[in-house]
T-cell receptor, first 113, second 113 residues
């Protein structure tokens, strides 16, 4: 069964600094990978997804993620964070398009002014 | 177009009671998944319904059940409520499965007292 780990529970960065959130997955084949964001008091929103093709995926709000099979990772990056990026970020994995999607425990991002 | 609608937004129930939560997916979406979100366990997959059939199931006891109607609307039911069932219950809608990416509802906050 697939699983996903987000090693960092909290991350704090200064506004304007770059960001990288880590995600490691466990699955034998090429998984379906996702990043979702949950802002305070709001539902989860899909940032980006990967299942094949170019390993660097562009998403909404200026985010990107890179699939690295050799490291079983799918890290989320943003070159310059804004105060509005403060939220909880979830990495998720599935085995196929119609399989259940398993979420990591999340990383809460704090932004310093 | 309308998003994913979950009702009610808030519920307070007593231990031993049962509860029914409702989810109306985005028009044209045939897959509805349910998740339980708690601070300690994060997002845990309950089950997925596709074309009125349960296609995937998580590791929750039989007290948790669901169904999907011909118009894709879904309900989940929790019987014999326990204090530990207090959580945010999220409904996720997708075209044909989670691998396509979810659109989440705002959730139903259930408090068991």
């Amino acid at each position: 069964a697939q699983s996903v780990t987000q090693p960092d529970i909290h991350i704090t960065v200064s506004e304007g600094a770059s960001l990288e959130l880590r995600c490691n997955y466990s699955y034998g084949a090429t998984p379906y990978l996702f990043w979702y964001v949950q802002s305070p008091g709001q539902g989860l929103q899909l940032l980006l997804k990967y299942f094949s093709g170019d390993t660097l995926v562009q998403g909404i709000k200026g985010f990107e993620a890179e699939f690295k099979r050799s490291q079983s990772s799918f890290n989320l990056r943003k070159p310059s964070v804004h105060w509005s990026d403060a939220a909880e970020y979830f990495c998720a994995v599935g085995a196929s398009r119609d399989d259940k999607i398993i979420f990591g425990k999340g990383t809460r991002l704090h932004i310093l002014p | 177009k309308a998003g994913v609608t979950q009702t009610p937004r808030y519920l307070i129930k007593t231990r031993g009671q049962q509860v029914t939560l409702s989810c109306s997916p985005i028009s044209g979406h045939r897959s509805v998944s349910w998740y339980q979100q708690t601070p300690g366990q994060g997002l845990q997959f309950l089950f997925e319904y596709f074309s009125e059939t349960q296609r995937n199931k998580g590791n929750f006891p039989g007290r948790f059940s669901g169904r999907q109607f011909s118009n894709s609307r879904s309900e989940m039911n929790v019987s014999t409520l326990e204090l530990g069932d207090s959580a945010l219950y999220l409904c996720a809608s997708s075209v044909d499965g989670g691998g396509y990416g979810y659109t989440f509802g705002s959730g139903t906050r259930l408090t068991v007292v």
